[in-house]
């Protein structure tokens, strides 16, 4: 699936031109106009300077190098600055060429380097752009874009607008000025040879367009092979270890080759258009040439024709179809960049459903961190405009088709209360920390953090205020210091202290750097006990008002799992503390416990209380247990509710599944 939708936003071909796109990428050459505009004026200089040169050689060989009779009055006006003396006359001619040349030179290394440098400063500034607007995305916008479509928005198509405007916008102009250039010249020295040398391009014309629709269809299946790459790629190298538990690895890799076979395909028939366009348009090129070569002869012998213009002819005939070639290259450039522009736009231009309301300015909020759930409904299918309306007015019942997570679930917990989430796999327990930290919004009824609904709460200053560790723990590249800190403001010895209460100290101070030891990718090294003591630390370290654990000790080994307990009591000590578990001898403790079932509520209460009540609670209790008297004799061994275990599943289905 996640590869079927990245191939649907690659796999764009686009037009070649778009005015509207174009304004807009244009946009990102304000804040560098001044240098954009130094480079269109040295194209323009380096283009008048390359029509210069033939036309250099046709005065020296009419002035110099022929009978005076021959030559015309058309040289009067240069006659004027060039000595009558031939041999002084030319080496001035030639001067005035090595002066052109050296100029051209120094003219197309500014406008290189300026718009390599500008390429950059654009790609910088759109890839930080592009970054910026994806952490203000909503969660849900993550769960519907694959990895890999993203990356592909800050890399390839980033790459692609900046050939756009270092190769493409500034060179096709420059290809543009040669040619007006030549044309005018060629028709006022003669526009009979000049039509004579146009003769060729109405069969240039046709093989270019026959060489674009290919190359153009090409481009498309190399785009959308190079995406099944990287999604096979990513997919392979996260599975590495399933891959090579069921031996898979000959089957991945014949999938993996047959991928890349399309893709040497699509690269072979591209290279079949380019090998065949270029000779053609050599050839045609050389015909112009003869033809010049052979009427403009014709033209020399009976006067009508000065042998100037015939070599200045010759050579601005050579220099004419450079440029018609590099615009077809250009026309793939500009073609590829109008598609990445236009995923690029859509990318930018899709707003985040979650944002903090525009009335509320950021903000510190000091409430004791009381947590209140009122009749709350959601589900993470999108919903149409219309069930929207029905379910904001209380009509979500009636609405068959949705699949709710969560169903009228109310329930508060107290500032500096502990509070317990049990239920089965899929009751919704998760579900319920994320609309707390509001990374998504219910479609009826309302979350409250402190009194104060979070859909009216700043976003950043809601997100303070928790704390949260997760079952699967995620480090980044960076030493301890930075996982443990992430980007705040706290000192070392709050870092120091936090380390030192989740029982992390001693492992740190072990490390030859201590809390600047370097973690590679993911924690990549370490044990997964010590990458989830990191994150208990850094959960811990920034005082957090209400504290997460979400399956915190549920994949560690018994030594860290103790020495984590022994810290729990100290870290949920003055603070708002929820606690997902489906082992039971995790949250007996706890003040209050809420009892998940197919998105319902079903029961809330301290352990004692729900014991005696004999409900859902307390089938669990019985079956956990009873299976832990049978099986694992230690408290730290009791069974988990989404055991893979088939015998314990059908008890588990049979105590949810009786009222």
């Known amino acids: 699936m996640a590869e079927a939708a990245q191939q649907q936003g690659d796999d764009v071909v686009g037009k070649a031109y778009d005015?509207?796109?174009?304004?807009?990428?244009?946009?990102y050459l304000r804040p560098y106009k001044a240098v954009a505009a130094a480079s269109a004026v040295a194209i323009l200089l380096k283009a008048a300077l390359d029509v210069l040169g033939p036309y250099l050689f046709k005065v020296a060989i009419d002035l110099y190098l022929t009978p005076h009779g021959q030559a015309t009055t058309r040289h009067a006006l240069l006659a004027r600055y060039l000595s009558p003396d031939a041999a002084r006359g030319i080496s001035e001619l030639a001067g005035v060429y090595f002066g052109a040349l050296l100029a051209g030179y120094a003219l197309e290394f500014a406008q290189t380097y300026v718009l390599q440098w500008m390429g950059q400063k654009v790609m910088f500034d759109m890839r930080r752009q592009i970054f910026g607007h994806m952490q203000s995305m909503d969660v849900a916008f993550f769960d519907r874009n694959p990895v890999g479509r993203l990356v592909t928005r800050l890399t390839s198509d980033v790459d692609a607008l900046n050939e756009l405007f270092t190769s493409g916008i500034f060179a096709i102009f420059e290809d543009v000025f040669v040619l007006i250039g030549i044309v005018a010249v060629m028709l006022s020295m003669s526009w009979w040879l000049a039509l004579l040398t146009f003769a060729v391009l109405p069969p240039i014309l046709l093989i270019t367009r026959v060489f674009r629709k290919y190359v153009r269809e090409s481009y498309r299946r190399i785009r959308a092979a190079v995406a099944r790459i990287n999604a096979y790629t990513q997919e392979h190298i996260s599975g590495?270890?399933?891959?090579?538990?069921?031996?898979?690895?000959?089957?991945?890799?014949?999938d993996?080759?047959?991928?890349?076979?399309?893709?040497?395909?699509?690269?072979?028939?591209?290279?079949?258009?380019?090998?065949?366009y270029y000779p053609g348009v050599e050839i045609l090129s050389t015909i112009a040439i003869a033809l010049v070569i052979s009427i403009g002869g014709g033209g020399v012998l009976r006067g009508t024709v000065t042998v100037g213009i015939l070599v200045a002819f010759i050579q601005y005939s050579q220099r004419f179809f450079r440029p018609i070639q590099d615009l077809s290259e250009k026309y793939n450039i500009l073609q590829a960049a109008m598609a990445a522009s236009e995923r690029v736009f859509k990318l930018l231009d899709t707003a985040p459903q979650i944002c903090s309301p525009s009335a509320v300015a950021p903000q510190v909020l000091s409430g004791a961190g009381s947590v209140e759930f009122r009749d709350v409904w959601f589900t993470y299918q999108r919903l149409t405009p219309e069930q929207e309306q029905l379910a904001h007015s209380g009509g979500a019942p009636a609405i068959p088709e949705v699949e709710w997570v969560l169903r009228g679930v109310s329930f508060r917990i107290a500032p500096g209360e502990t509070a317990a989430i049990v239920g089965h796999t899929g009751a919704g327990k998760t579900t319920i920390i994320s609309l707390m930290m509001r990374f998504y919004d219910v479609q009826h009824g309302s979350v409250l953090i402190d009194g104060i609904d979070v859909r009216a709460q700043d976003l950043h200053a809601l997100r303070s205020r928790f704390g949260v560790v997760l079952q699967d723990p995620f480090l980044f590249s960076g030493t301890i210091e930075a996982n443990i800190r992430m980007g705040s403001t706290i000192g070392r010895e709050r870092v120091r202290a936090a380390a030192g209460e989740v029982n992390l100290l001693d492992f740190i101070e072990a490390q030859p750097a201590g809390f600047d030891e370097l973690l590679r990718e993911r924690g990549a090294?370490?044990?997964?006990?010590?990458?989830?003591?990191?994150?208990?630390?850094r959960a811990l370290a920034h005082d957090p008002a209400i504290l997460i654990l979400d399956e915190a000790t549920?994949?560690?080994?018994?030594?860290?799992?103790?020495?984590?307990?022994?810290a729990l009591d100290r870290m949920v000590t003055g603070r708002t503390s929820v606690l997902i578990a489906h082992r039971l001898s995790t949250v007996q403790r706890a003040d209050t416990i809420l009892v998940m079932h197919k998105g319902q509520l079903r029961e809330q209460g301290p352990h004692q209380q729900l014991l005696t009540a004999r409900g859902l609670y307390w089938k669990l209790y019985q079956l956990q247990y009873r299976d832990q008297e049978t099986g694992s004799p230690g408290e730290a061994f009791a069974p988990r509710l989404d055991t893979a275990d088939a015998i314990q599943d059908d008890k588990a289905a049979?105590?949810?599944?009786?009222?």
């Open 19 to 27: 005015g509207r796109l174009m304004r807009r990428l244009l946009t």
């Open 240 to 254: 590495m270890s399933l891959v090579q538990l069921f031996n898979r690895e000959r089957r991945a890799f014949d």
């Open 256 to 276: 993996f080759s047959a991928i890349n076979d399309q893709h040497k395909l699509a690269f072979k028939d591209s290279i079949l258009a380019y090998a065949l």
């Open 525 to 537: 090294g370490l044990s997964t006990g010590q990458k989830q003591l990191i994150n208990f630390a």
């Open 554 to 566: 549920s994949s560690v080994d018994t030594d860290t799992e103790l020495r984590v307990r022994s």
């Open 654 to 659: 049979l105590a949810f599944g009786t009222d």
